[in-house]
């Protein structure tokens, strides 16, 4: 949702919002989100409601003395990630140079870590993955862009994620030309081999782009593999998933299939509308189901890579901690996005939140504050980066919102390379006059990148065991239980294909049951076991299942 919806996010963020009293930047950044540089004069915006960064520790008494002076201990942060998203959407990656200029301007700024876009719309900007290429004039004969970058990047201590729009699936205007593309097989007019997700009319379109629906077990294993073909086949050293969700509107998921799955899995008739809660709850689930797989695949195959997700922050935050009132976003409710359960659950090592706010349209300000305050107090063991919109602000908001959000304890991402600033964005400035000019203001003295910073160290979720029921029409929905010591420790539910799993269990034996099936097997230290198939025989209707703890 980086690219061709991020006007749209404009357009449905701005009527709503109050401007925020920053004194020293309401004068000067009209169309921006967050304070410029700390103005002292200005009144304090809230910070962030996470974990002190100081703890106090007293001396004992000395006869005699004067009293003792608590001393600040430093508590370490929650992420020293500082990062930079590079999109495949104009010049960056589509050749040799362009990419050799991207990782010596990185470096230049200071940032530890690059996103670099690797697939686009069911393609791939790369030559081995499960995906086709993707077909633009613009790129380089027999060039492989993530080879170059891991390459050039690790020269310079730099970190790669793969990032992957894993839903997308077209864009109406600019088509991928090769005619084995997902597109081409199963799109708009592929009839019953169709994977798109669609709207109760049957239209498939959003703006220009088609979504696959993470619902069909056919599309669900193709997202997977070229997801997995990128970790198999490159050194990066991680994957981001984007575009994790159905699109903006609620009113999606309407393909025969997903229906019939629906229908099958928790027995109800007819047409759900949009609005049915239960209807909400199950297509929610879907979407996790598929990080979950995604996840569980990655580290099956290489435990120490970084499995993240750019995540979506629409509208007012929730307070810290407060579950109930999450519920009530868009984020939830709307795009069907559950990531504080992916954290909780160990599906995500990383969560960068797409928190993208102008300081100076109304609450946004706040709001990307709340927004980090939140995910800080719902992460578990995942390290959380705010990800600002570089392209919608000025180069002192930019500061600012960085500064912030480091300060904050989080990590932080600036989206993006090609549009660093909003002149640039506005086509009023060129993207090396807008990297010169964040660059100045986010290395200056306090800057968020004023003094280097490594990020070095290993995902915490790196052991966990998956597996499949199968033999049976209704392998989806089936809750799966895990045991230690006859106890139930973990919950979770069954994707479309059967497949199921776990990322937040200690290792040690643990025991699995599901639709009368049980294997016992223990979680290793690192890395994921994969249980055989558990053979299903149902005898009578399969109840529903929630898919809650």
Not at 50 to 62: E, H, L, Q
Request: aromatic letters at 6%; hydrophobic letters at 40%; one cysteine or more.
């Amino acid at each position: 949702m980086k690219t061709s919806s991020l006007p749209r996010l404009v357009t449905l963020l701005a009527p709503t919002l109050s401007v925020l009293a920053l004194a020293s930047l309401a004068a000067a950044e009209a169309p921006v989100t967050t304070p410029a540089t700390p103005a002292p004069a200005a009144p304090a915006v809230p910070s962030p409601a996470v974990p002190s960064t100081t703890a106090p520790v007293t001396a004992a008494p000395v006869t005699g003395a004067p009293p003792a002076v608590p001393v600040p201990v430093p508590t370490p942060p929650i992420s020293t990630l500082r990062g930079l998203w590079v999109d495949a959407f104009g010049p960056g990656l589509k050749t040799r140079a362009q990419v050799a200029q991207v990782v010596e301007e990185a470096a230049a700024l200071g940032v530890n870590t690059l996103f670099v876009q690797a697939i686009r719309r069911g393609d791939c900007l790369c030559l081995h993955s499960s995906l086709p290429p993707v077909t633009d004039a613009d790129f380089e004969k027999n060039f492989d862009p993530l080879t170059i970058v891991t390459r050039l990047a690790h020269a310079r201590g730099m970190r790669v994620i793969a990032w992957v729009s894993v839903t997308g699936a077209v864009n109406a205007k600019v088509p991928n030309k090769n005619p084995l593309h997902v597109a081409r097989l199963h799109g708009p007019n592929a009839g019953a081999a169709s994977w798109l997700s669609r709207r109760p009319d049957g239209s498939w379109q959003e703006g220009l782009d088609g979504w696959l629906d993470p619902a069909i077990p056919a599309a669900a294993d193709f997202m997977v593999e070229g997801v997995v073909s990128l970790v198999r086949n490159y050194p990066v050293d991680g994957i981001q998933l984007d575009r994790i969700r159905y699109p903006d509107g609620g009113g999606w998921g309407y393909d025969p299939k997903t229906l019939a799955r629906y229908r099958a899995e928790t027995g109800t008739r007819g047409t759900p509308a949009p609005s049915d809660p239960r209807w909400q709850d199950w297509k929610r689930e879907q979407v996790t189901a598929l990080v979950r797989r995604v996840a569980l695949e990655v580290k099956a195959l290489r435990p120490t890579a970084w499995v993240s997700a750019a995540t979506i922050t629409y509208g007012p935050p929730p307070a810290p901690g407060d579950l109930a009132a999450f519920h009530k976003t868009r984020t939830y409710a709307d795009v069907l996005q559950d990531w504080p359960t992916w954290m909780r659950d160990g599906l995500l090592d990383l969560n960068v939140l797409m928190n993208y706010k102008r300081d100076a349209v109304g609450d946004q300000g706040s709001w990307l504050d709340g927004w980090n305050a939140f995910a800080a107090s719902v992460r578990g063991n995942a390290e959380v980066a705010g990800g600002t919109a570089l392209y919608l602000n000025s180069p002192a908001v930019t500061a600012s919102q960085a500064t912030r959000t480091v300060a904050s304890g989080l990590g932080w991402v600036g989206y993006s390379y090609r549009t660093p600033t909003l002149d640039v964005y506005g086509t009023r400035q060129t993207t090396g006059e807008g990297l010169s000019a964040i660059r100045t203001v986010l290395k200056a003295p306090g800057g968020a990148l004023a003094t280097p910073m490594s990020w070095t160290g290993q995902p915490r979720n790196m052991h966990g065991l998956l597996g499949r029921v199968v033999g049976t029409a209704t392998p989806g929905g089936r809750t799966v239980e895990a045991l230690r010591d006859g106890q139930v420790i973990a919950r979770t539910v069954t994707d479309g294909g059967g497949h199921y799993g776990f990322l937040n269990l200690a290792p040690g034996p643990v025991e699995v049951r599901v639709s009368g099936q049980r294997w016992a097997e223990p979680v290793p230290e690192v890395g994921v076991i994969r249980y055989p198939d558990l053979l299903v025989r149902d005898v009578a209707p399969v109840p529903a299942a929630s898919g809650k703890p």
